[in-house]
C-alpha cells in the first residue's frame, strides 16, 4: 500500500512539505534567470505542487527494489530512469504553463526566458525526485525495523508462554490425587506396597522440581523421569499398563527441553490406557540418525472412547515448545490410526555442553 | 419400625481403578447396614449392573473407559442415589453443589466418606416418603452438571441392560413422546427419559434444531421445506421421513436453509 495517497493527514503533511521546495525553487529561477519575482512566484507553486503528485510514484520502484537485494547498479538504473522520465514530464508541463502565461500581457516574453531556465528545471527536478526516493527508502526501512521487532517479540512471548505452561504443567494435580488415593488404599491391606508407592511419588516429585528453570536436559535424565512416572502409574493400574521402549543408546546425552516426553508419556496413560477395560501398550522409541533426533510415543486408545476435553492441551504445549526453541527445524506430527495412537517428533540433536 | 427401613441398603462401587475400589469396600466393611452387591470396572458393566440388580446406592467414579460418570448417570435413571468419587473435576463440584446427593474427592478421608453415606441414608429416607417423580430425572441432573458451551458429540441410550452410544453425527431427528424422547438414528428408534429440552440443550445448535415442540432435527437431513395445509410446513428429511414444523420453528429453520 502506497504510504500517502489515500491518507488524508499524511497528504496534506507531505504537501506542506513541499511549500518550502517551491519557494527554494522560486528564488532560484528568479534569482539566476532575470525572471522578476512574480513571474518566479507563479511558475514555482503550481510547478511544485505537479510534481509532488509526480513523485508519489517514486514509491513504486523503490518498493521493488529493496535496498538491501538490490545491487548498487540496478538500483543507479532504476532511479536515474524514473528520475529521468519524471523530470521530462515535469518540463513538459512547465512548458505548457509557460506557453499559455506568455500569451497573457502580464506575462510577455515569459517563454523566451523559460527556455533559459530549462537547465535548471532539469537539475532540480532530477534532485527532488531523488529526494522522494530517499525518503520511500527511509519509510520502507522503518517499516522492516517495525516487522521485525514485533517478530521478536511474539517469538519471545510465545517462547515464555510456553514455559509457563510447561511449568504448570510439571504435576498434573489428577494424577496425583489419584496417586494419593491408591496409597490410602494400600495402607489397609498392603502397607509396603504403600510405601514403596510413597516413595516412588517422592522420587518422581523431586525429579521435577527445578526441572522448568532448565533449559535443556540430558535425555537420559528425562527418560528416567518417565520411568519414576510409569512406576506410579503402574501402581495404579496393574496389568493394564505395559511399556516397550527401545531407546538408542547414543541418545541418551542429547540436550532435549525439560518435560517434553513426559506430559507425551502421561497423556498415552489418561487418554490411551486409562480408557481400555483390558489396558495396553506404550512404546517409545528413540532414535538418532545423522544428527536428527526422531522420537516416536505411541499408545492403545479405543476410539470409542468418551472424549475428555483436557485432550490436546499437552500435545499442543509439546508442539508449541519445540517451535519457540528449534523453529521449522522441529517436526511434529500427531495422528490416530485404527485403535493405537502417535505422535512423532523430530528435532536437531543438540549435544550436552553446547545446550543450558 | 418399618420393614422397608430395617433392609439392607445395597451399593455398587464403580471405578476403573482396583484401588480405588478397595478404600471404599474398606469404609463400607465398618457398615454391616450396607451390602456391596456388585463393583464394577468400567460404565458399560455399570449400567448392566443397576440395571439388573437395581441398587439403592451408587458410588460412581467420572474418568472410566467406555462411559464416563456423566454418561452412566445419564443412563441408570433416577432410582439410585449416586455419590460421584473423583480425583479432580470442578465442574462436577459446581454441578453437585446443585443436585447429586454428594461427591467425594480422592483421596477420600473417613469422616468425609461418612457425612456423605449420612446425606444419602437421609436422602433415601425422605424419598420413601414422596412420590419419585418430584425429583428431576437422572439425564436432567447430567444435562444440568454438563460445562456450558460444550455440546455431546453421542449420546448414550440403555437398551435393557446394555448400552447403545448414537454418534450426534448419525442421529436424524429427535421425537419427544411423553416422559420420553425417540431419538431416530439409520431407520431406528432407540427410547430414552429424558425431555426433549434438556436433550436440545445439549446438542449443539449449529447442527440441530428444534423445529417443534416434539421435534428437534439435524440440519444436515433436512432436504427440503414443503407446504402443508394453510399456513403451516413440513421439513422432508433425505430419507423421505416429513416432520411438522411449528411456526417458530419454521422462521428459525428458514434461517439456517437460506444461510
Redesign the interface.
Known amino acids: 500500500m502506497h504510504p500517502i495517497l489515500g491518507h488524508l493527514r499524511r497528504m496534506v503533511l507531505y504537501l506542506a512539505a513541499w511549500v518550502p521546495l517551491a519557494a527554494l525553487l522560486a528564488y532560484l529561477l528568479a534569482n539566476t534567470h532575470a525572471m522578476d519575482i512574480r513571474e518566479a512566484l507563479v511558475l514555482a507553486f503550481p510547478l511544485c505542487l505537479v510534481y509532488a503528485f509526480v513523485c508519489l510514484s517514486a514509491w513504486y520502484p523503490c518498493r521493488v527494489t529493496p535496498l538491501e537485494r538490490t545491487g548498487a547498479s540496478k538500483l543507479a538504473a532504476t532511479h536515474f530512469l524514473g528520475a529521468l522520465v519524471a523530470t521530462a514530464l515535469w518540463i513538459f508541463v512547465a512548458k505548457m504553463l509557460t506557453d499559455e502565461l506568455s500569451e497573457s500581457a502580464a506575462f510577455r516574453g515569459l517563454d523566451r526566458r523559460f527556455a533559459a531556465a530549462v537547465p535548471l528545471l532539469v537539475g532540480t527536478g532530477v534532485l527532488f525526485y531523488l529526494l522522494s526516493v530517499a525518503f520511500y527508502y527511509i519509510l520502507l526501512g522503518i517499516e522492516v525495523s517495525r516487522d521485525a521487532e514485533a517478530r521478536v517479540m511474539q517469538a519471545s512471548m510465545l517462547a515464555r508462554e510456553a514455559e509457563l505452561r510447561a511449568l504448570k504443567a510439571q504435576v498434573n ?2 494424577f496425583l ?2 496417586s ?7 495402607t ?2 498392603d502397607p509396603a506396597k504403600a510405601r514403596e508407592m510413597c516413595i516412588l511419588l517422592g522420587d518422581f516429585l523431586r525429579r521435577t522440581l527445578g526441572l522448568g528453570e532448565k533449559s535443556a536436559i540430558p535425555l537420559g535424565e528425562e527418560l528416567s523421569l518417565i520411568h519414576a512416572f510409569l512406576a506410579v502409574e503402574k ?4 496389568s493394564r499398563l505395559n511399556m516397550v521402549e527401545n531407546v538408542d543408546p547414543q541418545a541418551v546425552n542429547i540436550a532435549v527441553p525439560p518435560l517434553l516426553l513426559q506430559p507425551l508419556v502421561e497423556n498415552a496413560v489418561a487418554h490411551g490406557i ?4 483390558e489396558g495396553g501398550c506404550i512404546q517409545l522409541n528413540v532414535a538418532l540418525h545423522e544428527g536428527v533426533l526422531s522420537i516416536l510415543v505411541e499408545n492403545s486408545f ?1 476410539p ?6 483436557r485432550n490436546g492441551v499437552g500435545l499442543a504445549n509439546v508442539r508449541q515448545r519445540l517451535e519457540a526453541r528449534y523453529g521449522n527445524r522441529a517436526k511434529f506430527g500427531a495422528q490416530a490410526a485404527g485403535t493405537s495412537f502417535r505422535v512423532a517428533l523430530e528435532f536437531p540433536a543438540e549435544q550436552e555442553a553446547s545446550a543450558s | 419400625m418399618s420393614p422397608e427401613a430395617s433392609r439392607k441398603l445395597r451399593a455398587a462401587l464403580v471405578d ?5 475400589r ?2 471404599l469396600r ?1 469404609y463400607l466393611a465398618r457398615h454391616p447396614e450396607i451390602e456391596i452387591v456388585s463393583e464394577c ?3 458399560f458393566e455399570a449400567v448392566k449392573a443397576v440395571a439388573e440388580l437395581k441398587p439403592d446406592l451408587v458410588f460412581l467414579d467420572i ?6 460418570g456423566f ?1 452412566v448417570l445419564d443412563l441408570i435413571g433416577p432410582a439410585p442415589a449416586v455419590i460421584f468419587v473423583t ?2 473435576d470442578n465442574h462436577a463440584i459446581r454441578a453437585f453443589e446443585v443436585h447429586a446427593v454428594d461427591y467425594l ?4 478421608g473417613f469422616d468425609r466418606f461418612e457425612a456423605a453415606l449420612a446425606r444419602v441414608k437421609e436422602r433415601l429416607a425422605a424419598n420413601a416418603q414422596k412420590q419419585s417423580h418430584s425429583l428431576p430425572s437422572a439425564a436432567d441432573l447430567a444435562a444440568a452438571a454438563r460445562p456450558p458451551a ?1 455440546y455431546v ?2 449420546i448414550p441410550v440403555r437398551e435393557g441392560t446394555s448400552v447403545v ?1 448414537i454418534p450426534a453425527t448419525k442421529l436424524d431427528y429427535v421425537e419427544a413422546q411423553d416422559d420420553y424422547v425417540a431419538l431416530v438414528s439409520q431407520g431406528k428408534k432407540h427410547l430414552k427419559q429424558q425431555t426433549i429440552s434438556s436433550l436440545e440443550a445439549a446438542l449443539d445448535p449449529s447442527r440441530f434444531l428444534r423445529i417443534h415442540r416434539s421435534y428437534i432435527v439435524n440440519l444436515e437431513r433436512v432436504s427440503r421445506l414443503e407446504p402443508y395445509g394453510k399456513d403451516s410446513y413440513v421439513a422432508v428429511l433425505a430419507d423421505r421421513v416429513q416432520l411438522p414444523v411449528s411456526r417458530a420453528g419454521y422462521s428459525r429453520l428458514r434461517a439456517f436453509l437460506d444461510r
Do not use: C, T, Y
Not at chain 1, 501402581?235 to 496393574?238: H, K, P, Q, T, V
Not at chain 1, 470409542?304 to 476435553?309: C, E, G, K, L, Y
Not at chain 2, 476403573?16 to 480405588?20: F, P, Q, S, T, V
Open positions: 494435580p489428577h490425587f489419584n494419593l488415593n491408591s496409597i490410602s488404599a494400600l489397609g491391606s501402581i495404579r493400574f496393574g486409562a480408557n481400555l477395560v479405543d470409542d472412547a468418551p472424549v475428555r476435553h | 476403573d481403578e482396583e484401588l480405588a478397595q478404600v474398606e470396572a468400567n460404565g474418568q472410566m473407559p467406555k462411559l464416563d454418561e480425583a479432580h474427592l480422592k483421596p477420600v460444550q458429540d453421542r452410544i
